[in-house]
């Protein structure tokens, strides 16, 4: 079972900056499309940026110019540098990996971390 751990969320000052990191474990055939949701209290989960394997670039209007998004495709890792933070980007955030292990790619989430921007 493909596995997506998640590390680097916390509390933050509002203008400071935090780095999201994600690692994918377990045997697989290749990884699609790298990505990050986020999730605030009370609203729906809402794509922050993707990059394919291509290294293709994906942002919410929201963040561009402030998040920045990268892989590492020897590591299977996906990070998310946030610049800039302001409050109203408090959520958990989820990584996300589309896996092909056989046949169709698959979805696999990671556990969710939880970033605090404080005003």
């Known amino acids: 079972q493909v596995q997506l751990e998640e590390s680097g969320g916390g509390l933050v000052q509002a203008g400071g900056s935090l780095r999201l990191s994600c690692a994918a474990h377990r045997t697989f055939l290749r990884i699609n499309t790298m990505g990050w949701y986020r999730q605030a209290p009370g609203k729906e989960r809402e794509l922050v940026a993707a990059v394919g394997s291509g290294g293709s670039l994906n942002y919410a209007d929201s963040v561009k110019g402030r998040f920045t998004i990268s892989r590492d495709n020897v590591k299977n890792m996906v990070y998310l540098q946030m610049s800039s933070l302001k409050p109203e980007d408090t959520a958990i955030y989820y990584c996300?990996?589309?896996?092909?292990?056989?046949?169709?790619?698959?979805?696999?989430w990671g556990q969710g971390t939880q970033v605090t921007v404080s005003s």
């Open positions: 996300y990996a589309d896996i092909v292990q056989w046949g169709s790619p698959n979805r696999y």
